[in-house]
């Protein structure tokens, strides 16, 4: 059976800087104060972006001192692949069978 798409997980990636910021934290867990550096966008901008990803589960936080670190929680983004890899092997396969519902 093929598992649903999470719509507002998608809706969480979508954004330009946000994926950005899912890009940086692949390669690293950083704070804020790095994310800001490496995106130019504004504390209070970057903040909001952060807490959309961290409500949609994409990343997590680490309280350091004053600082608050991010990581990327790898298996939400590879369970979302997973789901359209799935989809993309049901497509191929409906085209191989040329399924087509027919018009009334």
Same mark, same amino acid.
């Given at each position: ?40 966008? &504004?504390? +209070?901008? %970057?903040?909001?972006?952060? $807490?959309?990803?961290?409500? #949609?589960? @994409?990343?997590?936080?680490? /309280? ?18 997973? &789901?359209? +890899?799935? %989809?993309?092997?049901?497509? $191929?396969?409906?085209?191989? #069978?040329? @399924?087509?519902?027919?018009? /009334?």
């Amino acid at each position: 059976m093929l598992m649903s798409v999470d719509t507002e997980l998608i809706r969480a990636l979508a954004d330009p800087l946000r994926i950005r910021i899912v890009t940086l934290l692949a390669r690293e867990t950083l704070c804020t104060t790095h994310l800001v550096e490496e995106t130019g966008a &504004r504390q +209070t901008n %970057l903040s909001n972006h952060l $807490r959309i990803l961290r409500e #949609a589960g @994409v990343v997590e936080t680490e /309280p350091c001192g004053r600082y608050t670190y991010y990581r990327l929680r790898p298996e939400v983004i590879a369970q979302l692949a997973g &789901r359209f +890899t799935e %989809l993309a092997a049901t497509a $191929r396969a409906t085209a191989a #069978a040329d @399924v087509k519902r027919s018009c /009334p």
